[in-house]
């Protein structure tokens, strides 16, 4: 038996008011239909076919992927049609796990189970015992407790409408019955679809034993419709998120005020005060300390360094005990060896600083290399661009970069050399030497100050 999953996002999420498809606005991040992609990647299926519809060519761009299969449904005409357009890619001998693009925290050891209870001949459903099941199609149960069918909200009797075990939507579909229950549908109903549910019935009126299964919790099979319902799902989200971090020896100030968008790796005894966003591979080593309101994406943050309140950081590397912000953005390429010192209202680009190099205050480093234990002083600026080409600045071991320097590149300033305050530096500075580069000061005596006329 080879699983199918199937998944439906043709559909066009009228509620959210957006020209965005539904199953595209993001959680944590990553666009909802990702999320379940990702999940049925977790089955190792034999195949995963997406149904699309509304938006269609813009999730596909947005996902594509080789092992997934775009089934274009062009007509809404009920989720049993939309199931009906992939099953052309299936064959009798296999399993057909039905799963909806806007239902994204759902868990791959549910649909395991699911899968596994139903095997290649039953049929699985996925139930939920709800508060509140208004919109929900309900499981019909007899006497015995035996399923019987699903209704649906605008289909129900006054006495359906108390059941409170509703239909997730989550299904399996053993695919030796799939392809004669779904050409059986009929669209006379409230709604006037194909409905998918009505294969319960049909199953139980051929002695098609129908196994159910329960998600581990409710927020597991919740959709989002609307964006109240996406800020639901987002929070739950993070809420877990916040958890795992807590589990793995990270003190957060406020698991309410973190934001993972990504992947994160910790390591121990690791703090983060509140409103840090952590985006894409983020790699945190143990006893790091982030202050608040800071943005990692995709950094590595090596054991023991510091980051400071406000400090933005974009592609970095920051090795160990080094001290970075407050205020402080880190760009891509930036690579800080151990206990270098990044501070207020530096800007770094493709720089590597060197273990002990300190720029402190104020200042652009990028396309450039700083040597070693340097010191740039407060307003250097790294000339890197001459409105076409970028050039690269050379700061060598130990050097000493005077306060608002100008290093114009391609320039280097050698080992222990200095380069004077105010100097705007256009060539090499051998070692040891001392650049300056800038109009020697003459003070004009008894000078009259310009006067206002009358
Ligand atoms: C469906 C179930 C209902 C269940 C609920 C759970 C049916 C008939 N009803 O109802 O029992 O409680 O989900 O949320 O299945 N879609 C398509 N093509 C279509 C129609 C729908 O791709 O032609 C997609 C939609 O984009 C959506 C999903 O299928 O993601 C569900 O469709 P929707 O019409 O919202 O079904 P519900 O009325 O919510
Ligand atoms: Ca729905």
Known sequence: MNLHV???????????????????????GKP?????????RNLSPAKIHVVIGHGAERVREELDAADINWVMQSEQ????????????????????????????????????????????????????EMADPTGYGRIVRDSEGQVQAIVEQKDASSEQLLI????????????????????????????????LTDVVALAVSQSVAVEVAQPGD??????????QQLSVLERAWQ????????????????????DVRGEVLVGRDIFMDINVVLEGRVNIGDNVHIGPNCVLKDCDIEAGTVIKAFSHL??????????????ARLRPGTVLQRTAKVGNFVETKKAEVGEGAKINH???VGDARVGKNANVGAGTITCNYDGVNKFMTLIGEGAFIGSNTALVAPVSVGDQATTAAGSTITGDVPAGSLGVARGRQRNIEDWKRPTRKK
């Open 362 to 364: 104020l200042s652009y």
């Open 239 to 258: 809420r877990k998120e916040a958890t795992r971090l807590m589990e793995s020896g990270v003190t957060l100030a406020d698991p309410a005020r973190l």
């Open 218 to 227: 409710e927020l597991e099979v919740m959709g989002a419709n609307n964006r």
């Open 164 to 195: 409170s075990e509703g239909n997730t939507g989550i299904m399996a579909l053993p695919g030796c019955k799939a392809a004669d229950w779904l050409g059986s549908l009929s669209n006379d109903n409230a709604q006037g679809e194909y409905y």
């Open 32 to 40: 909802m239909l990702g999320h379940v992609i990702d999940c049925a």
């Open 6 to 28: 199937v998944i439906l996002a043709a559909g066009q999420g009228t509620r959210m008011r957006s020209a965005l498809p539904k199953v595209l606005h993001p959680v944590a």
């Open 314 to 327: 974009d592609g970095a590397l920051v090795g160990e005990d080094c001290d970075v912000g407050p205020y």
């Open 77 to 128: 005409l009920g989720t049993g049609h939309a199931v009906a357009q992939a099953l052309p890619h299936i064959s009798a001998a296999d399993q057909i796990l039905v799963l909806y693009g806007d239902v994204p925290l759902l868990r791959s050891e549910t649909l395991n189970r699911l899968s596994q209870q139903a095997g290649s001949s039953s049929l699985g459903l996925l139930t939920v």
